[in-house]
């Protein structure tokens, strides 16, 4: 996990990447050396120190001195990879993840990009040829970014970094599960394209297994790790797959024992006695600081994306501070279990039409909810893993009968992720029904921060703030961001006055889910 700098074909390569790793300094420990294969090239990482802390400096080579390869994020399946390029007479030279993905794609090439289990961005440059590759993993859990000019290209693993070391260019998104090359961006095979069809029933026991190994999978070997707890369905199954292999793994708890959530992961930690560690919002003495300091962190001034970052941020800051690199979360299983509302009813009404909302939210997480997690975990140095996101457990929700995903109460109220909640089921003495049972809350709601999507303490300081007339001045300010409430001007307005955004142009093209009718 780090931030990654590289410049190929660029003036001033060195300053420029150096420059780049400087304000990615909070994504890392340690600084590796710059390494310039030319004078117009470079890549510099600013990297955290999980897997090889020691031997694990970027970029690494591939052993035959071909491909060179700076990464962000982390390969789970390298040890098996490595095993794999032994046989072929490849000899590594670290226990470095990036080393396995160079010697990888020389050997293979991209046709190894369907086989990695991770979450992962990632510049090869093949110093054979001069050509480039950069890829991100299919859900897009690790940021890439681009700047283009003429045959040149800078890259990074924020935006605001690239504004600053560019005058004029425009800062490209790099789309998730797909290849960047000097011929363009192409869509790569993986689970995410070539999903199974829908039709399997559902089987508890199956699902447990590949859930607990998906998350022994992410669980570091040789460093403590510590979960988010919010109390809900997601997190707390993954507060309880943790707990077997890590009796001692902590969870975070944001809010207090007046927070809506806080009964429910109480009830779990009495019954388990797991250590729930609970972080205060403090008094709220400097509002304007943390908008600031979360907008800025987030790089979007969407309404949803800023308000649960500030969740995201508090809790970050806090397993930081407790000295803590990994910790484990639950996101991915409401857009892969159906567990919005909107998906919830799009199942219910038809699976052909549960598939196209569900492909609208899994699109949209890489510009929302892991975006808002990777910034706000990342800017203290820690590496937010999901488990949910495992290619193993993302094929089975995809190939679930639709009708399996949803039911009804009692009271015939629609509830989705159905095949989580029968989890519960397989361990009654460990995970309470009470949680098995609820609804889903929106973390910013279940932690007391909002009341509701409406009554937020931050939309009602927009609304204060912001009189009609300076509203509409922003929305003529603003027009190619079709702006609909002060809230969301207040927050563009101040990410504004830390970068150009209108040098981003991937920043007005709004996240909304689209559900036809």
Not at 353 to 369: A, H, I, P, R
Request: charged share 25%.
């Amino acid at each position: 996990m780090c931030g990654i700098a590289v410049a190929l074909n660029w003036s001033g390569a060195e300053a420029k990447v150096t420059r780049i790793a400087e304000l990615l300094a909070h994504r890392g420990d340690v600084t590796d050396p710059v390494v310039s294969p030319w004078a117009s090239s470079a890549f510099c990482t600013r990297r955290l120190r999980i897997v090889d802390a020691d031997g694990g400096a970027q970029p690494k080579l591939s052993g035959d001195g071909r491909i060179l390869v700076a990464m962000n994020g982390e390969i789970y399946n390298y040890a098996e990879l490595a095993r794999e390029l032994e046989t072929l007479g490849v000899r590594l030279q670290s226990g470095s993840d990036t080393e396995v993905l160079a010697c990888a794609l020389s050997v293979w090439g991209g046709r190894v990009l369907p086989r990695l289990n991770g979450m992962y961005a990632f510049v090869a440059l093949d110093l054979s040829t001069g050509e480039f590759l950069a890829a991100r993993d299919p859900f897009g859990v690790k940021p890439l970014y681009a700047v283009q000019s003429g045959d040149g290209v800078l890259f990074s693993s924020e935006i605001r970094p690239l504004l600053d070391v560019t005058e004029t260019e425009e800062v490209l998104l790099i789309p998730p599960g797909h290849v960047f090359t000097r011929r363009g961006t192409a869509q790569f095979h993986s689970f995410f394209t070539r999903r199974p069809e829908r039709g399997a029933p559902h089987d508890p026991q199956v699902l447990d297994r590949i859930l607990m190994e998906a998350i022994a999978t992410r669980v570091p070997t040789d460093l403590p790790v510590a979960s988010l707890m919010s109390g809900g369905i997601d997190s707390t199954l993954v507060a309880h797959y943790l707990r077997r292999i890590r009796p001692e793994a902590p969870g975070y708890f944001l809010g207090g024992p007046e927070a809506p959530d806080f009964s429910y992961a109480a009830e779990f930690a009495d019954m388990n006695g797991y250590e729930l560690r609970v972080v205060p919002f403090g008094d709220g003495g400097d509002t304007l600081g943390q908008i600031d300091a979360v907008v800025s962190s987030v790089e979007t001034f969407e309404p949803f994306v800023v308000r649960g970052g500030l969740c995201n941020y508090l809790l970050s800051r806090a397993v930081h501070g407790d000295g803590y690199r990994v910790a484990l979360c639950g996101e991915g299983a409401d857009e892969l279990f159906a567990g919005y509302s909107e998906g919830e009813d799009a199942f219910a009404r038809s699976e052909e039409l549960g598939d196209f909302v569900q492909e609208e939210f899994l699109n949209l997480m890489n510009k929302t909810s892991l975006q808002r997690l990777d910034r706000c975990s990342m800017r203290f140095e820690l590496e937010m893993r999901e488990p949910f996101l495992d290619p193993a457990v993302a094929t089975y929700a995809f190939g679930l009968a639709g009708s399996e995903l949803w039911s009804r109460n009692a009271d015939g109220a629609l509830r989705g992720k159905r095949p989580l909640r029968t989890l519960y089921d397989l361990y009654p003495d460990a995970l309470p029904a009470s949680i098995r049972d609820r609804r889903k809350t929106p973390m910013n709601e279940g932690t007391g921060f909002d009341e509701s999507l409406e009554a937020s303490p931050w939309a009602g300081l927009a609304r204060q703030s912001v009189s009609d007339g300076e509203f509409a001045d922003g929305q003529r300010r603003f027009e190619r961001y079709s702006l609909t409430t002060k809230e969301e001007y207040f927050y563009l307005d101040r990410l504004a006055r830390v970068m150009d955004v209108d040098r981003v142009p991937h920043l007005a093209h709004r996240s909304l889910i689209r559900v036809p009718r």
